[in-house]
């Protein structure tokens, strides 16, 4: 099994913070079970709902192979076997800049990344932030969880 | 007469021919060094002149066109038409150049050009011995001072106007002068009002010293002296001046004997520059004004000589025909001399010589400043989004007839054949051919194959304009140099000239019939200094899809990095703290990275102009003005394609409001209209709590305003949220391309509230605003809120306070375009010498000093990219060498790593002031970091808790930086500071002008703006900006802000402004009674203690007032007079008088002038306002009024920081330092408040060139003639014909430098790439020998 960067089910607290914005697009706000991660996320519900109150989980990675070679930057059409068959919603973007937040003892560390303009903001404990780097390429991954 | 003569012109040759070229001698290359002003005597005019004429008439007869022997026309001056020829040089029409002839007055006249300086002369000499009146001792010391040689023009005339002062002073009191030399007695000299003269006032002289001095030679025998006639006629001031002594006129600063004041001969200009036009197929001529005046002048002159001869035909006397002629003189020198005499003619008026000079139409302004060129073009402009915005598409018809010299060489020969082969009407073909030897032949009709195949290698070929040529392309009015910018021509079909349309701009341009210029530079070097100071690409400053726009394939270096703020960017509200940066909801932070667009809606924050951390500027300053233009040209094709596939329109549908929107709507107008009830409501039962500084009224209707420029705010918001995003004003709106959320609003919602001169609609008829309101209604529809929209239609009084409103902008923009185009105008002529020396300073054209570096770090203005004129913006150039030079497996640095690093860079030698580096900017860099390692510090402590790898690297990743990063990061600044440099012999000046004077045609002329506090408006706008620039003494409205020395008490500082505010005794006293007592009468004055403490001025007592009472002017009162009678009452007896009858009417006069004595305050204060900023409270002082240096003397006033807006003022108190300062900040403030940002070098130049005399100095005429010297500028700016004479009478010299004389002799320009002069040095130095050799070397 290929390693990724980070695994967690998240579950939607609410849509849209801001008020709704565009057509297509809906910003998330989630929370993790595992890391007690919080995530605002831009997703195309336009071809992937989201609700409040879903559960889904998300798999950042660096390459879609499933023998862990790094990604090409290509697109290679073809029924290849790839991550990418396990899960419903994946995109490909570039890692911006990492931040910090807070201070003292619940000192988080704010991961931002672009998906091609949909923006993903991932916080959580400064420990989780050492595995990325700045300019990254990235996978995330979204597979909806059953409630149950 | 002024009289330009050429100092180094060589000895005419008795070869001479006389041409309409300029005459070049053959020794070596000569130029105009100088132009030396002076006035000619009868002999030289005699000297001049061919011949003399003496009769009126031009021709012998209708049918004979021959001119008259000796008449105005006489040959001798030139030939009149193509067919006569000259009778001195016996050239024909072409080749004659012209004339004198004389004309000799019998009786000698007044030039009237000159008056003022004779009436001077007058003034200073005794009318009898022609001495100076000055006594000995003060004539020496006069003498000794103006003969200093250092002096220049100015101070000259300065100390002349001291002598003329003190001989006039000497008359002042008796109105008498006694010479001292010869104890003749002089009147008073004044000029003659109504003619031409001069009046010598000796009726006092009989009346106060007749019996003392009968005995004087010219009173001796005379019983009736005061017969005497007061004018003094020109014989007589003749014969006065002929008398005077060369000491005496070096006094009165006179170059040259006064005698040439006044005229005896006249000189008659050349026939060809006053033509004779044949009308009516020849039977008829249309003379030349200057001609008329000379026929009147002869006839004038002839009956004068009947008169003298004793056969005079007319009755009149010799004085009358004297005055006219000595009118007629006059108006053929000034055709303005007023005329005491109604019998004028009032038909078209004949211009005189000083009417040819003068004006916008006048031969300076008009031939000399304003030359006409060749090789140009003008027509109709049209958009091209295919042109490459550096081409611009010149029409066949143009390019035919323009033409470009080519010379023939190997390479372009064959090119050349063709063209000639094609000729003049084939494109591409050519003009002319110019041969090695010179001769030139047209390509017209030639025998143009022979010509072909004999071209040879070295000749010119006057070729057709082709693609790729060099053409400057102008729009008028050209009011910044960005409207004159050097483009590739693109040799295109059809008739209009054509552009890609991201230059409009520049030059200011649409397509509803713009027209504009073409040149084209002759020379190769005129092409290279086009190319290199003049593209239009140097002076621009304009997702996944978009990167590709910007770095199209791999290979392609240009790595973007950058960070905007687009409008629709929401800043956090509530209880968020952190901004939002890239995660705004909007989408409205634009983060480019390595040229990967990561977040964002680009808008005209990004894509336009005049942000200077937009696309294109960053494209323009990290990489090349061709990366910039590139990645332009392939925005706007891209845009243009996909608006042509897409399209975008407004239709009626885009405007119609839904329920919901016109819901929202009505709820904010009723919510206002009844807010706006309760004010009313609370004013007439008078409960309205008064603002600051206002009263009832004042209050109200700023309460009123306020809410309803509410309203419409709030009604653009809730369109901008409402309206379906896809809605097309909307886009336009948000994308910046035009149109704000207020005019969307007007649209679809509510028009707003109308404005008439910043007040709401004014009282038309009696008490209210239209007969459709009951008297004195204040409601918001009666004072012209107009509650429906453009949509919903009108009503018919809203309709009418709209046009009320729309007919001030109107006006406004009419009078606004030319104040601001004379404000320009007269910066330019202010400013337009000034460059940058080799040596960094910059000076004027005479090598004076304005500033030491320019703009104290001598960097150029166009090309700072931080905010408010700083050089460099350094958190994005840290972002970039951050994201372009990843850290990879290199480690960070630790803070005090960091800092060493820095510390050793900085100490280098091109980091020193030696180096050419600003202290400010080295202590900026230093700081930003410090600042960097300090937040590094923060992170790691706050991570890193445990001392842990991992979270050491997570917070290098944060905020960290490698040796590597900071060492290119330093390096990056430093070299990018240096490049920065301004290039010697820049024209500062003229850039600095326009970068003013430009904005100023975008501000509205009439503003009023809150400065913080309601009711306390301070002038804005172009008057403001006029009031400055001018200098004025009285300013519209002076603010002095005064610091307070405690700051945080409300008590105190009313405490300080009671003190301040001008109290009089009339609001302080309780009674001002007059109590008659059967012995005496007098004055009790009574003190209201109540009211002294509610105005906190417990310092006002009896003895206090009674002071000011004393000091007060005009109030006649000793000491003696007044009486204290206890703390709070005083007792004023009457003033000197004894006379019973007048007691009562003087204590009446006293009883109403003591309620106006100021017992309190300074006097010239109109009143003072308190004023509270919002952050931390503190409070400050706003005083209206002047009296700065009362102000900062007040106690509890903080001096060192009270500053007022008064230039002058400020310039009187803290000196020239303090005002130059003072120049920048107000001019700043204006900008600002306008919305505009003007780099401060340019207004720092224009402070230190209003101030480098010592004295504040306006740019208008008054204070450029304080500034330059030299005459032909002055004189092509303003009071040309004044200037003229002044300078013939004075000698002055004029030394050929600064832009404006060059510009008029035809000479290259000493500033920017003229400053420099390639000197060869010559093999071989023969000693020039002419002539015989000099004994004496000097």
Request: charged letters at 25%; aromatic letters at 6%; hydrophobic letters at 35%.
């Amino acid at each position: 099994m290929v390693e990724t960067l980070f695994e967690d089910i998240f579950r939607v607290d609410q849509l849209d913070p801001d008020g709704k914005k565009f057509d297509k697009v809906n910003r998330i706000e989630a929370r993790s079970d595992q890391f007690d991660m919080y995530m605002q996320l831009d997703v195309n519900t336009d071809v992937y709902p989201m609700h409040v109150g879903e559960k889904f989980m998300m798999v950042l990675a660096t390459t879609l192979n499933l023998d862990g070679t790094p990604d090409s930057g290509f697109f290679s059409p073809g029924g290849r076997k790839s991550l990418a068959d396990k899960f419903d919603y994946v995109m490909h973007g570039k890692l911006y800049r990492i931040n910090e937040e807070g201070s003292g003892a619940n000192v988080k560390a704010d991961i931002y990344v672009s998906f091609g303009g949909l923006l993903m903001l991932l916080r959580g404990d400064p420990s989780i932030a050492a595995k990325f780097e700045l300019d990254q390429r990235l996978f995330i991954l979204m597979r909806k969880v059953d409630k149950a | 007469m002024a009289n330009a003569m050429n100092e180094n012109r060589g000895e005419p040759d008795k070869t001479l021919t006389f041409t309409k070229q300029p005459y070049i001698v053959d020794v070596g290359p000569r130029k105009i060094k100088d132009v030396k002003f002076s006035m000619f005597s009868g002999e030289d005019v005699l000297k001049l002149g061919e011949v003399q004429v003496s009769r009126s008439q031009s021709y012998v007869s209708q049918e004979d066109k021959r001119p008259v022997d000796n008449g105005v026309l006489d040959a001798h001056m030139g030939p009149t038409n193509k067919l006569g020829t000259c009778e001195t040089c016996h050239g024909d029409f072409h080749s004659c150049p012209g004339h004198f002839g004389y004309l000799p007055l019998v009786l000698p006249v007044y030039n009237v050009g000159y008056m003022s300086h004779v009436v001077d002369i007058l003034k200073c000499i005794c009318k009898f011995c022609s001495r100076i009146l000055l006594v000995e001792t003060e004539r020496v010391n006069f003498l000794k001072r103006i003969r200093n040689p250092n002096l220049d023009h100015l101070r000259k005339t300065g100390i002349y106007k001291q002598v003329v002062k003190r001989c006039t002073a000497m008359a002042s009191s008796k109105k008498v002068v006694i010479c001292s030399r010869c104890h003749y007695v002089n009147g008073t000299v004044k000029k003659a009002v109504g003619t031409v003269g001069v009046i010598h006032d000796r009726s006092k002289v009989q009346n106060t010293t007749s019996n003392e001095f009968n005995d004087t030679i010219y009173l001796k025998g005379s019983n009736t002296p005061a017969k005497l006639s007061p004018s003094v006629g020109p014989d007589k001031a003749l014969k006065l001046f002929k008398k005077m002594l060369d000491e005496d006129c070096e006094l009165l600063y006179l170059a040259d004997r006064p005698e040439k004041l006044i005229i005896s001969i006249i000189p008659v200009p050349p026939i060809c520059i006053r033509p004779s036009v044949p009308v009516a197929g020849g039977a008829m001529s249309n003379e030349n004004d200057i001609t008329l005046r000379l026929a009147e002048i002869i006839r004038a002159n002839a009956s004068v000589r009947e008169a003298l001869s004793g056969a005079s035909v007319h009755n009149k006397s010799l004085g009358v025909l004297w005055d006219n002629l000595q009118l007629s003189v006059a108006q053929y020198v000034n055709s303005d001399v007023r005329v005491a005499d109604s019998s004028q003619q009032n038909g078209k008026r004949i211009t005189g010589l000083v009417q040819r000079q003068k004006g916008k139409q006048g031969r300076i302004r008009k031939n000399l400043s304003g030359k006409r060129v060749e090789y140009t073009g003008r027509t109709v402009i049209s958009p091209d989004p295919n042109l490459k915005i550096t081409e611009v598409g010149v029409p066949i018809k143009v390019a035919m007839t323009l033409s470009y010299p080519e010379r023939v060489s190997d390479h372009n020969i064959e090119r050349l054949k063709r063209a000639i082969r094609n000729g003049t009407y084939v494109y591409p073909g050519a003009t002319h051919l110019r041969k090695k030897d010179g001769s030139i032949m047209s390509l017209r009709f030639n025998a143009r194959k022979r010509l072909a195949e004999e071209l040879k290698l070295g000749d010119i070929v006057n070729r057709h304009l082709k693609d790729g040529d060099v053409v400057l392309f102008n729009r008028q009015p050209s009011l910044h140099r960005m409207s004159m910018m050097s483009h590739r021509a693109k040799i295109k079909h059809w008739n209009t000239f054509s552009f890609n349309e991201s230059v409009c701009n520049p030059y200011n341009a649409d397509f509803d019939g713009d027209e504009t210029n073409i040149h084209v530079p002759q020379t190769e070097e005129a092409r290279t200094e086009a190319l290199m100071l003049m593209g239009p690409i140097e002076l621009w400053t304009g997702k996944q899809l978009f990167s590709v726009l910007l770095r199209p394939y791999a290979d392609m270096r240009v790595y973007l990095n950058l960070s905007v703020t687009e409008k629709s960017y929401t800043k956090p509200s509530g209880e968020r703290v952190k901004p939002y940066e890239t995660m705004c909801p909007n989408d409205g932070y634009i983060y480019i990275r390595n040229s990967e667009l990561l977040s964002g809606q680009l808008g005209k924050a990004t894509l336009g102009n005049g942000n200077k951390d937009g696309l294109y500027s960053v494209l323009l300053r990290d990489y090349h003005s061709l990366a910039a233009a590139v990645c332009m040209n392939r925005l706007a094709k891209l845009s243009a394609r996909w608006i042509g596939d897409h399209g975008f329109s407004i239709g009626i549908d885009d405007v119609q409001p839904g329920d919901n929107l016109n819901h929202n709507t009505n709820r904010i107008i009723s919510q206002g209209n009844k807010k706006c009830d309760n004010f009313i409501l609370d004013f007439n039962k008078g409960n309205l709590k008064c603002q600051p500084g206002c009263n009832a009224a004042q209050t109200l209707e700023a309460q009123i305003t306020g809410v309803l420029n509410k309203i419409r705010d709030e009604t653009g918001k809730v369109c901008m949220e409402k309206l379906h995003w896809r809605n097309s004003p909307l886009i336009m709106s948000q994308c910046g391309s035009k149109g704000s959320p207020i005019n969307i609003s007007q649209m679809i919602a509510c028009v707003g509230q109308q404005s008439v001169g910043g007040q709401r609609a004014p009282n038309g008829f009696i008490d209210r605003s239209l007969p459709h309101f009951p008297t004195n209604s204040k409601t918001p529809a009666a004072k012209g809120f107009v509650a429906n929209s453009f949509y919903s239609g009108l009503t018919a009084t809203e309709f009418f306070f709209h046009t009320m409103g729309g007919r001030e902008g109107l006006v406004d923009t009419a009078v606004k375009t030319a104040e601001t185009g004379y404000m320009s105008r007269r910066l330019v002529k202010g400013m337009e010498d000034l460059f940058v020396c080799y040596d960094d300073t910059v000076r004027d054209s005479n090598a004076i000093i304005i500033q030491f570096t320019y703009g104290s770090d001598g960097r150029d203005p166009s090309q700072m990219e931080g905010k408010s004129g700083f050089p460099l913006n350094f958190d994005r150039l840290l972002n970039k060498v951050k994201a372009t030079c990843p850290a990879g497996q290199h480690r960070g640095m630790s803070p005090t790593e960091i800092c060493e690093m820095v510390d050793e860079r900085l100490s280098m030698h091109d980091m020193s002031t030696e180096g050419g580096c600003s202290e400010d900017f080295r202590r900026k860099l230093k700081e930003f970091l410090e600042k960097k390692a300090a937040t590094l510090e923060f992170t790691r402590r706050v991570l890193n808790g445990e001392e842990s790898l991992t979270l050491e690297n997570v917070a290098q990743s944060i905020c960290g930086i490698t040796s590597q990063q900071l060492k290119v990061f330093l390096e990056v600044c430093i070299s990018r500071y240096h490049n920065k440099k301004i290039d010697p012999g820049t024209n500062v000046g003229a850039i600095g002008a326009q970068s003013i004077g430009e904005p100023g045609t975008q501000m509205t002329l009439k503003t009023f703006h809150f400065a913080g506090v309601a009711s306390m408006n301070v002038t804005l706008g172009v008057p403001r900006i006029n009031e400055i620039l001018n200098a004025t003494k009285k300013i519209r409205t002076p603010v002095i802000t005064a610091k307070l020395t405690c700051n945080d008490s409300i008590p105190f500082a009313r405490l300080v402004k009671g003190k301040m505010e001008r109290t009089l005794l009339g609001q302080v006293a309780k009674s001002i009674k007059l109590v008659m007592g059967l012995r005496s009468a007098s004055i009790i004055i009574s003190l209201d203690t109540e009211t002294i403490g509610a105005l906190h001025l417990s310092c006002i007592n009896a003895k206090t007032v009674k002071e000011s009472i004393l000091k007060t002017p005009r109030i006649k009162l000793k000491d003696k007079h007044i009486r204290v009678l206890d703390d709070r009452r005083l007792e004023v007896n009457n003033p000197s008088t004894y006379d019973r009858n007048k007691l009562l009417f003087d204590l009446q006069m006293l009883i109403n002038k003591l309620p106006s004595v100021i017992v309190m305050g300074v006097g010239t204060i109109e009143r003072a306002v308190i004023n509270k900023k919002k952050e931390r409270d503190k409070f400050n002082l706003l005083v209206e009024g002047t009296g700065l240096q009362a102000v900062m003397g007040t106690e509890g006033v903080n001096g060192l920081e009270t500053t007022s807006n008064h230039i002058l003022e400020v310039e009187e108190t803290l000196g020239i330092e303090a005002a130059r300062r003072s120049i920048i900040k107000e001019i700043q403030y204006t900008m600002e408040s306008h919305g505009m940002s003007i780099d401060i070098r340019h207004m720092m130049l224009l402070a230190d060139l209003m101030t480098y005399k010592g004295e504040v100095l306006g740019v208008n005429r008054f204070g450029i003639q304080k500034m330059k010297e030299s005459v032909l500028m002055l004189a092509s700016f303003e009071t040309t014909a004044d200037l003229l004479f002044n300078a013939a009478v004075k000698g002055q010299v004029d030394k050929i430098e600064g832009v404006s004389e060059c510009i008029i002799m035809g000479i290259p320009i000493q500033t920017g790439t003229g400053t420099i002069k390639l000197k060869q040095r010559d093999a071989q130095i023969e000693k020039m020998c002419k002539g015989l050799e000099l004994i004496l070397s000097e």
